[in-house]
Structures are given as structure tokens and as C-alpha cells.
């Protein structure tokens, strides 16, 4: 059966479950590159107002590394090892703290929906809660 769907609803789909496997599963792995798909998917829509795109070039400016550097060893490194072999010049492990890395995508993907639209998924709430109760640390200065 063939069904038609739109771009921006496949991303809420894909960010809706990666908030069910982070917390319903602690599924970080699968969490992570859904996440990471929503907020690319919504991010393109906002162009320089992404998530990502904001959050780069402010830790560029703070840091003094390049754009490219802090993309790619830092925001974007969890979700491109995890989507890609070769960019990653075939290490076959990695470390990493997997619950923040997924917590960050989720966030930056409701970001981006947030500002896509002022809307948010149907499991953003109980994310929101979640950190509220777990990671109080994340909120400092909130």
C-alpha cells in the first residue's frame, strides 16, 4: 500500500521515536541517528537558523577552531561514525557518552521544530520531563 508523506512529518515521526527508544529503551544508538535525520531533515528548512548551524558557529567563535573542526570532532561526530564507514577512516570503535550524544540530537531536532513552526512531537513533553527529573546538570542558568 503506497502512501503519501511529506518530509517534515517523516522528521517528527523519526524524532518522536528516538524520544521513545532514549526513553523507553535507553536505545541510544537508534536514538541518536533518528534524531540526527529529524534534525537535518528540519534543519535544511531554516537554513543559518538551524540548531546546528547556530551552535556551530558560536562555538567556533568561543573556541577559535574552525566551523568544519567543531561539525565534524564534536557536534557531528557520534552521528556520522554511527552513519558512515569510510568518512571515518575505519576505526571500528569509537568513545563515546552515548545517553548525552543522544540527548543532544533530540534537542537540537526539537529546536529545529520549535523553530520550524512553533510546534512540537507528541513525545517532546515527556523528554522535557525526563531531563527535568534526570539531568538537572543540563538546565544550569535555565
Known amino acids: 500500500m503506497r502512501f503519501q508523506v511529506r518530509k517534515i512529518d517523516a522528521a517528527i515521526d523519526q524524532l518522536d521515536w528516538a524520544i521513545k527508544l532514549f526513553l523507553d529503551h535507553k536505545a541510544y544508538v537508534p536514538s541518536i541517528t533518528l534524531a540526527g535525520a529529524a534534525e537535518e531533515i528540519i534543519g535544511e528548512t531554516l537554513r543559518?537558523?538551524?540548531a546546528f548551524r547556530l551552535l556551530k558557529d558560536s562555538l567556533s567563535a568561543e573556541s577559535g577552531l574552525s566551523s568544519s573542526?567543531?561539525?565534524?570532532?564534536?557536534l557531528n561526530k557520534a552521528k556520522n561514525w554511527l552513519k558512515h564507514w569510510k568518512e571515518m577512516k575505519d576505526e571500528e570503535s569509537?568513545?563515546?557518552?552515548l545517553e548525552?550524544?543522544?540527548i543532544?540530537?533530540?534537542v537540537r531536532a526539537i529546536t529545529n521544530l520549535v523553530t520550524h513552526d512553533k510546534s512540537c512531537t507528541s513525545e517532546t513533553p515527556r523528554f522535557v520531563d525526563w531531563?527535568?527529573?534526570n539531568r538537572k546538570d543540563l538546565l544550569n542558568g535555565l
Not at 94 to 97: A, S, V, Y
Open 48 to 50: 543559518s537558523e538551524s
Open 131 to 133: 531531563i527535568r527529573n
Open 94 to 97: 569509537i568513545e563515546i557518552e
Open 104 to 106: 543532544q540530537y533530540i
Open 69 to 74: 573542526v567543531i561539525s565534524q570532532a564534536y
Open 100 to 102: 548525552t550524544e543522544a
